[in-house]
């Protein structure tokens, strides 16, 4: 069912989607020119989109939560697969 090559497989798409749902966060983050009257200065500052706390909140479901939690059981359940199917093929070779 596992094989080395099926779980280097499978860890290297689930960083790869891990990857691609954290893009959006640095998004939200822009840098704008700001204008200061008074002064008469114009300087570089960071501001937000208007749906920075959207985002966050889909990312710290899904990268926080969903993906990590899929991720620790995919790498335990090959870990026992591979575990077991290691036991199995020595067992055989000592038969």
């Known amino acids: 069912m596992f094989t080395k090559s099926r779980v280097v497989i499978i860890l290297c798409v689930l960083f790869c989607v891990n990857l691609a749902l954290s ?3 640095p ?3 822009r840098l704008t020119w700001v204008e200061n009257p008074k002064t ?3 300087y570089r500052s960071i501001t ?3 749906n920075i706390r959207e ?7 899904l990268n ?3 993906i990590t939690w899929v991720a620790y ?8 697969i591979l575990a ?5 093929a020595s067992r055989f070779r000592r038969s």
Not at 55 to 61: L, R, V, W
């Open 84 to 88: 077991s199917k290691l036991q199995a």
């Open 48 to 50: 937000f989109t208007y």
């Open 64 to 66: 926080r939560n969903i």
């Open 23 to 25: 893009v959006p966060v």
């Open 55 to 61: 985002i966050f909140k889909i990312n710290d479901i």
């Open 27 to 29: 998004t939200v983050y």
């Open 40 to 42: 008469n200065v114009t």
């Open 73 to 80: 059981i995919t790498v335990v359940t090959c870990v026992v």
